[in-house]
């Protein structure tokens, strides 16, 4: 019962995706199609599956991360919604990648994927892969391996980049991982964040969210990052820039949010406080390398819900989470109205390969026109009225004539 009403909730604050469901349900446009997918399965995911659904499609879902399952949103969204699910939390590594393969086993005609995974594994098989139209990606993580795929000639069918449509990372990346992500360690630690060290791993659209609501909060932010110019925006934007192996001295808390392993490593946690705080907010859990934290100092223990103490010598150090998604792990995920963008670029992607299948197996933009779609329904549903160019201003800005 609680799954459903987590469900309902979250529809009452995703307008966006109400009026594309209103659509689909009129226009049926995945009418005899099967859609796969791998998400991180919480109450917003499901109103995705289920919209989808009330397009046509016979959909199968599973987890993309083994923490990150609400059960009583899995179970919900099969039992009073009628959606395959193959998930739950805390699954084994064998028991995630025999999900995956229960929900791409029907020879899906789409895939939605996040990180990459489910990807990966329809590749391995021909008699999968060949019926798929195409599907899209929703993560940074995963872009960067299908663009590793297609380098490689190993993807097989055409892919969509959602993760850099503008809806979605200017908005999910940005706001919504910052908030998730402090949500996620106030609820594992309820430690105050006010005046504490914060090292935030990272200035990509999600370090960006993270160090911004972290300062907002009266943190002392230090970014650490490889990128020239990322590091020159951080340091204009008022925050320390420093190495890693110099900015753990002082931190209280270490975010990592970079799609990069080993970012906090046995070897850095030397130099670490005692008390030190570690969080992941990148997909997979090896940006901080708990493995070798464990190889190296032994295995920890919980000492409170998501939170496992190692001893590294006479210092404590908490890693959260098992150093998977902390936001999802820990915490509730991206607020509502953020995944309503991100998920009605989704369908609306779906949608588009479905009407207009490539030929191509390559990564491909969501096409401008979805963007805007989904920008202006949003503006709609808020009340918000914009400004608009005159026929005179078109023409000045259209001719090269003009200078003054």
Request: hydrophobic content about 40%; overall charge neutral.
């Amino acid at each position: 019962m609680d799954g459903k009403k987590k469900i309902e909730w979250a529809m009452n604050w995703m307008p966006v995706m109400a009026s594309i469901r209103r659509d689909f349900l009129s226009d049926k446009p995945f009418s005899g199609m099967t859609i796969s997918m791998a998400l991180h399965l919480e109450a917003k995911t499901a109103v995705l599956a289920y919209s989808l659904k009330q397009g046509g499609a016979k959909v199968r879902i599973s987890g993309c991360n083994p923490l990150s399952t609400d059960d009583e949103v899995a179970a919900s969204l099969r039992d009073d919604f009628g959606v395959s699910v193959f998930a739950k939390r805390g699954l084994t590594r064998e028991e995630y990648y025999e999900n995956l393969a229960k929900t791409i086993e029907v020879d899906p005609d789409i895939i939605i994927d996040d990180g990459g995974d489910l990807t990966a594994l329809a590749l391995r098989d021909k008699s999968v892969y060949k019926n798929i139209k195409g599907g899209n990606e929703e993560t940074t993580t995963g872009v960067v391996r299908l663009r590793n795929m297609e380098k490689a000639g190993a993807l097989k069918f055409p892919m969509f980049d959602v993760n850099d449509a503008l809806m979605k990372h200017l908005f999910d990346n940005r706001y919504g991982t910052g908030q998730s992500t402090i949500d996620g360690i106030l609820t594992a630690t309820n430690l105050v964040v006010a005046g504490k060290n914060v090292v935030v791993g990272g200035y990509g659209w999600c370090g960006r969210g993270i160090a911004n609501k972290m300062r907002g909060l009266g943190a002392n932010v230090t970014v650490t990052e490889i990128d020239p110019f990322k590091s020159i925006e951080a340091h204009m934007d008022g925050f320390l820039v420093r190495p890693m192996e110099e900015a753990i001295k002082y931190a209280d808390f270490v975010i990592t949010a970079t799609g990069v392993k080993d970012i906090v490593t046995p070897a850095l946690l030397k130099n670490a406080k005692d008390g030190i705080v570690l969080a992941n907010s990148g997909h997979f859990n090896n940006e901080v390398a708990v493995e070798d934290i464990e190889k190296k100092f032994g295995r920890g223990k919980e000492v409170r819900r998501n939170v496992t103490q190692y001893n590294v010598g006479r210092k404590k150090v908490y890693v959260l989470s098992d150093g998977r998604l902390v936001n999802l792990a820990s915490g509730q995920g991206h607020p509502v109205e953020i995944m309503d963008l991100s998920f009605s670029i989704q369908a609306l992607t779906a949608q588009f390969i479905a009407e207009n299948p490539k030929k191509d197996p390559k990564v491909y933009p969501v096409p401008e026109e979805i963007d805007l779609k989904v920008a202006n329904t949003y503006l709609d549903s808020y009340g918000i009225k914009i400004d608009k160019l005159t026929r005179e201003q078109l023409r000045y800005i259209n001719s090269w004539q003009e200078g003054t």
